[in-house]
């Protein structure tokens, strides 16, 4: 029936249609057509003719594809989610929109040293507007756009797979027509159900992955109505030509990897619609035949046409992008990605295949996953002699066997859908193959999610050829449904992992026990929830792992701190800046340690030490104010808090610290003045309306200052010295009643508060007096 359909549209449309073949010459149309139709018929034990009309084909990828990651609606900020949207100051509405074309993806200047060059304005662009639309930092709506992406993006590769399987063949009336309806639906599936797509999915910031994605595929469908728009061979829409191009820039400034869409299209063009046979044109070189010039690429002067477009198109918005970064390449560490600094050509060689080979077995294999590879997750290759050699064997094994079969099969439909389908894997993956520049990361998973459907493509192509040549068609159809069956549930698994940080760091243990940012980051969220003694523990392996890992240094140093074990602490805080001489936290925590052990002179130097490496550091000119305020050093503690309140006007414990200081020294006029200041930019605080409350009371404003001890007890009312201070308002006011009842709440929360007992006996004893008078 299926056959039968193909091959009629075809005997109508020899005029009109663009041959999707690479070769038509030899073998004619309707042969080649033919074996189209009947490959994908083999495939009608693994999908049922019922549910072959389009939309139901969409409708249940959609549905599948929602199925995968719902589970991840509701889950939280992780990872890298809390730089790229919480704590990125180009989501807030203060910020100017003009400055996200100046940013990249983390909010920081492109000009910077210290940017990752990662420029996706686009993207940032939409996570703002996401947060207008549902009123700030929620991960509810986020990650629901996410889902409703891969839905989308699943959807539209149904008409991308049917094109690419089936070529582009059309009725009299233009429309399109699906020749390989089985194929492109499965291999939509085995899209949708892919767990390596879970990051992308379930991280918020995959959402750069999904929208490149998706302008990347849709600018692949603009290319294909280029060449619809025809009513001779070689002729084409230039519109539809420059829009694609157009839609490949759009894809770029959400991801990186958008602009080798233009190179697929080219592949495209010149194999499928220039039906360039490869192999042919070798043989005709080889033997100096004079029919070159008949080959179809030569011939055709809209490919020529086409193909300088999108090489100009693409040299042109590398160029604009390569201006707006200014600096260059970002600059990347040894742990980000050991194998680019090792100085043998021949290793780094070994490495970044045997990458690649990972790569491959996650395609493959996807059950070993991990939020991150890198920090000795995967060691060097330092000699051929290592058993690792061998997964990098059988990959150009695998690779080659299907190149020659693109290359040198004489049936013209396996080689156009061995050539796209190797396309679709490798072309999309290039940017992060290290071999144009260097990239920032060992292996990704968010790095394969275009690259997954050249290997959906060929997977279905494999199942159609087991298909064709086995008579044991109900086995395959299992084998098929269960991998559809266990990839599912494996996306079901993985989203629950991805909900919090604490599923998703303790779920890379078993995966890479080796990684110390994986230790370093249980152990974060450890000491994050108070539980500081495992946290230690964690900290320590990530040190153990790697002894040059400064930040996993910091934190530990932190913890030690807190805990009085000073001298350990400044141990670990001076030998991570030593390790790393610009680490700005790294300077400020020592000097707080110095200042607790009494070294004052050392802790202002490692103070002034790490402001000269973050000139914006508010916290740092806080503790610096701190030390000198231990040294009696008041005008330069208040300078300091000043710098850091102006620096950061919401900085509470800086505009405290200065009210307290100036009421101490007996400075209440600039004391009061301060705090209001402070009250204006930070009207809720009530720290801060204790302590003006208090400078107000000493100036005998007691309305006024009884006003803001309210305010403070209201929003907190179990903190016992808001209701001492309050009582002792009263008691020098007069509302003596008043005092004994605050006196007693303050007691009641803080039994121990000697102060408060203390005025609360001289009130008891003047009451009593008053009392003894009256009687």
Known sequence: MIVSRALGAPRKEQSTQVSSQHNAGARGRRPAVFRMAEWDADLDHIIPSSILPPLWAKLLVGFVSLVCFARSYDGDFVFDDSEAIVNNKDLRAETPLGDLWHHDFWGNQLSSNTSHKSYRPLTVLVFRMNCYLSGGFHP???HVVNILLHGGISILLVDVFSV????????????????????????????????????????VVGCADLLAALFFLLSFLGYCKALRETNKE????????????????????????????????????????????????????????????????????????????????????????????????????????????ASSMLVRAINYNYYYSLNAWLLLCPWWLCFDWSMGCIPLIKSVGDWRVIALAALWFCLIGLICQALCSEDSHKRRILTLGLGFLIIPFLPASNLFFRVGFVVAERVLYLPSAGYCMLLTFGFGVLSKHTKKKKLIAAFVLGILFINTLRCVIRSGEWRNEEQLFRSALSVCPLNAKVHYNVGKNLADKG??????????????????????????????????????????????????????????????????????????????????????????????????????????????????????PEHSLAWNNMVILLDNTGNLAQAEAVGREALELIPNDHSLMFSLANVLGKSQKYKESEALFLRAIKAHPNTASYHGNLAVLYHRWG?????????????????????????????????EQMQKKNV
């Not at 009336?173 to 899209?191: D, E, Q, T, Y």
């Not at 080798?260 to 495209?268: C, E, P, Q």
């Open 140 to 142: 509810l709506s986020f």
């Open 164 to 203: 690419l399987f089936g070529g582009l063949q059309y009725t009299s009336k233009g429309r399109r027509l699906n020749l390989a309806p089985r194929s492109s639906l499965l291999a939509a599936l085995l899209f949708a159900v892919h767990p390596v797509h879970t990051e992308c999915v379930a991280a």
């Open 234 to 341: 070689g002729t084409h829409s230039t519109f539809w030509v420059l829009l694609s191009i157009l839609l490949g820039a759009v894809a770029m400034l959400c991801k990186e990897q958008g602009i080798t869409v233009l190179g697929l299209n080219a592949v495209f063009d010149i194999l499928v619609i220039g039906k360039l046979n490869v192999l042919e044109l070798v043989r005709k070189v080889l033997h100096k035949d004079r029919s070159l010039e008949n080959t179809g690429m030569l011939r055709t002067e809209g490919l020529l046409f086409r193909t300088s477009l999108l090489a100009l198109g693409g040299t042109g918005v590398l160029y604009v992008r390569w201006k707006i970064m200014g600096t260059g390449p970002p600059a990347f560490t040894e742990v980000d990605n050991p194998a680019s600094f």
């Open 531 to 648: 539980n500081q003694t495992a946290a230690i523990r964690y900290y320590r392996e990530a040190v153990r792992l790697n002894p040059k890992y400064v930040h996993a240094m910091n934190n530990l140093g932190n913890i030690l701190k807190e805990r009085n074990e000073l001298q350990e602490a400044e141990e670990l805080l001076s030998l991570a800046v030593q390790i790393q001489p610009d680490f700005a936290a790294a300077w400020m925590n020592l000097g707080i340690v110095q200042n607790s052990l009494k070294r004052f002179q050392a802790a202002e130097q490692s103070y002034r030490t790490a402001i000269k490496h973050r000139r914006k550091y508010p916290d740092c000119y806080y503790n610096l104010g701190r030390l000198y305020a231990d040294l009696n050093r008041h005008v330069d503690a208040l300078n300091a808090w000043r710098n850091a309140t102006v620096l950061k």
């Open 735 to 767: 509302h003596l009643d008043l005092a004994k009842k605050h006196y007693e709440i303050s007691l009641r929360l803080d039994p121990m508060a000697s102060g408060t007992k203390e005025n609360y006996g001289l009130l008891r004893r003047k009451l």
